[in-house]
């Protein structure tokens, strides 16, 4: 397997596929008209909320292909129980969930708990599991009692299929609640962020192989299923905004001006002290804690365009904007009017956070993400490999092999010209460094970006669970492709 060469660049316009491209990874496609015909302004609705009780929470989850509302219009797509979003679960640590999935596909899916420290084993949080259409799988999730609060969410990961079923619209969110919490608020939302195409009578388009490469944006982005909803509220009151980046690889730069959003959480936990928006770049799969203390006037919440390299720009020296026409998305439209009260005043402390640079390191590994000229691979995957370490995903394969109860600490290298956002299952990582730079604080994720041509580095405390998981590209496409490899704790 090759790295990327600039003669393979001139293969690739050989074989007609650079002949979409505009610098970076722009795609050059005319605008559907349904996306110039905004169903925006509809005021902002939540899926429904499943809440667990006494400790316990029984969801029966059916996946289908269907009618649902979308965009303010009636779209066939995938679903759970009905609805894009799926339902939201809202769960506490030391919580039993047990779930049904019922797959009314015509084809074979699975589910899995994204950011969850749950066992991977089993019936738990067990990926490599299969089921058929036309059958159920029971799952059986058990939080441990310090589980750490946040949002969390919930996709299929069938490898091969994880891309196509979550850009359909199968996802829905998960908030753990923190028993402990001292953050009072006037109204919680749950905001849930994907896109999606959709031709004019409102049935899903597949994207090309060329944007599969990429990794597919969605002409369509949607909050919660609808477009550019209206958020209503008063001066002075507090809400906290739990947002998913649900997308299939679009990344989000949010947005805010006119209201001083801060951040309370990333990923995994509460941050010790809140903090700005600022630079906060949500890869596909992250996840945001936001306080948000409104200010009176109206405001939008933006999706800025984020530059996550390119095949050409990247190569070529260019670079240039990605998706999106390079124009900012409106997600949310927020109008604030006056008499709410005097306001909250600071935002009060979280605990302070586990820190493992102290710990003693068990072992030091290195993984890299490759992008290659694999010639016409199997599996319908294009002229290009997505590897780590050149390595397809191979399920029966060990790739990574961790004692259970140690540290570690992983380099993760990037030699391709793309950003690759790295998720690890079931163990949270404290990222530690990007490119040489330390990172100050605790931070800790389960997504972490790995800009083109870079390196980051993390640790992770491989404890609690032990059994055979995986770590991914979280732009899906790149995984379905082969960007994925396994890790065994014991
Ligand atoms: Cu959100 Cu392995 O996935
Ligand atoms: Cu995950
Ligand atoms: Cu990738």
Redesign the pocket.
Known sequence: MKPISRRAVLTMGGLGLASTVVGGTGLRRELNPSVLDPAAGESFTEPEVLRSQGGRLDVRLEAAFGTHQLAGRQARTMGYNGGVPGPTLRLRPGDTVRLDLVNRLEEVTNL?V?GLHVSPEGNGDN?FLAVEPGRTQRYEYRLPDDHPPGVYWY?P?HHGNVADQVFGGLYGAIVVEDPAEELEVDRERVMVVSDITLDRGGSLVTPSTMEQMMGREGELVLLNGQRAPRLQGRSGERERWRIVNACTSRYLALDLSGQEPRVVGRDVGRLARDGALGDVVLAP?NRLDLVVDLAQGSSELLAQPVDRGGMMGGMMGGGGPSFGGGGPVTLARVEVGSGGGPGRGGIPAGPSLRDLRDAEVDQRRSITFQMGMGGMMGGGGGPMSFTFDGQEFDADRIDQQVRLGTVEEWTIGNDSPLDHPF?L?VWPMQLLEVNGQEVAEPLWLDVVNVPARSRVKVRVAFEDFGGKT?Y?C?ILDHEDRGMMGTVLAQ
Do not use: L
């Open positions: 899995h994204h990926i996709h990961h799969g998720h299952h995986v991914h979280h």
